[in-house]
């Protein structure tokens, strides 16, 4: 199952305390109390694991650890480790304390989400002319806290989009190397599958239904994952009784999540032309053609239509390279 979504408590560690300590030796009884060390930070890392988010599933929090206090014999505490969550490339972070956001938006990118405390100072620092045997010190200062919604929006070439059991998958796997899963029912992509065809990265976007965008169906849980995809292709099943009104229904619920997925670049086709007559997919691809002139027939089984789609793949790398 894959975990798109994520909110848990991030906390920093603390600065650990100053300390209050004198030389030993006779007739040098001076400070000798030093700093406490600095609280771990928690950073964000970029992966190219889709499912890296899994390991958070059943965490509430994550924490960084003290900094070490000061010690005696001007030896600073040591530092802590700083915590690192992996990320899938892609996420966006959401500080629900703060408001703000941020991106991961390539492999081995760190951000910095919750900064540890600073060390306070020791007897040490507060040595003066007046003042040569001080007992002051610093309390470490606490490390950053605040609560984290991580939101994987996925980073694709081409998108493949339209209502349940409409060959997505099928394309996928006969494009790339993907074993998405592939059934004569509606819904058996329940999570989006991901799949390469030379330098391009295609995204099967689970099937969106006639109010998707107000939850039905699989809701808007993965509308989002079609605002990070450059181009859209959109998969109309033959086997629909009105592929055009099906065509509409689908871009109706992308302009309602967000009007500018209307603008990207899609290309239109009626899939699985071999499971109905010539004469029948003819009239089906008229009444398409008249919602978007550009329409194609298109079947997994049928060598001269993936071409034709192979064609199209190949324009799209050539834009990427520009």
């Known amino acids: 199952m894959l975990i798109d979504e994520v909110t848990i408590r991030i906390k920093a560690g603390h600065g650990g305390k100053g300390a209050v300590a004198f ?43 003290k900094g070490m206090d000061g010690r005696s014999q001007f030896r600073d505490g040591e530092d802590s480790e700083d915590e690192i969550v992996k990320v899938p490339v892609g996420t966006v972070i959401h500080n629900l304390d703060t408001g703000t956001d941020v991106e991961v938006t390539h492999v081995g990118e760190k951000i910095c989400i919750a900064k540890g405390g600073r060390g306070g100072r020791g007897n040490f620092h507060f040595r003066s002319s007046t003042n040569t045997t001080p007992r002051e010190c610093e309390p470490g200062l606490p490390g950053e806290e605040f609560t984290i919604r991580f939101e994987l929006k996925l980073i694709a070439d081409i998108g493949l989009i339209g209502f349940p059991n409409a060959g997505k998958s099928s394309l996928l796997n006969e494009l790339s190397s993907a074993k998405a899963k592939v059934a004569n029912y509606p819904f058996t992509t329940l999570e989006p599958n991901l799949g390469a065809y030379y330098g391009l990265i295609i995204a099967d976007i689970p099937g969106l239904i006639e109010g998707a965008s107000e939850g039905k169906g699989l809701g808007i849980k993965f509308l989002r994952h079609v605002e990070r ?34 603008k990207k670049k899609e290309y239109v086709f009626l899939s699985k032309i071999d499971t109905i007559p010539p004469a029948e997919m003819k ?28 064609k199209i793949l190949a324009e799209v790398e050539k834009e990427k390279e520009v």
């Open 229 to 262: 995809t450059r181009v859209l292709f959109h998969l109309v099943s033959a086997e629909s009784e009105d592929p055009a009104k099906e065509y509409e229904a689908t871009r109706n619920e992308l302009e309602k999540y967000n009007p500018e997925l209307l």
């Open 283 to 310: 009239k089906k691809l008229t009444a398409l053609k008249k919602k978007n002139k550009n329409a194609i027939a298109l079947s997994v089984l049928d060598s001269e239509s993936l071409k034709e789609v192979k």
């Open 23 to 65: 030389q030993k030796i006779k007739f040098a009884h001076g400070p000798t109390g030093t700093a406490g060390g600095a609280g771990g930070s928690v950073f964000a890392e970029g992966v190219s694991d889709l499912g890296a988010l899994n390991q958070l599933r059943f965490k509430k929090d994550v924490s960084a650890k």
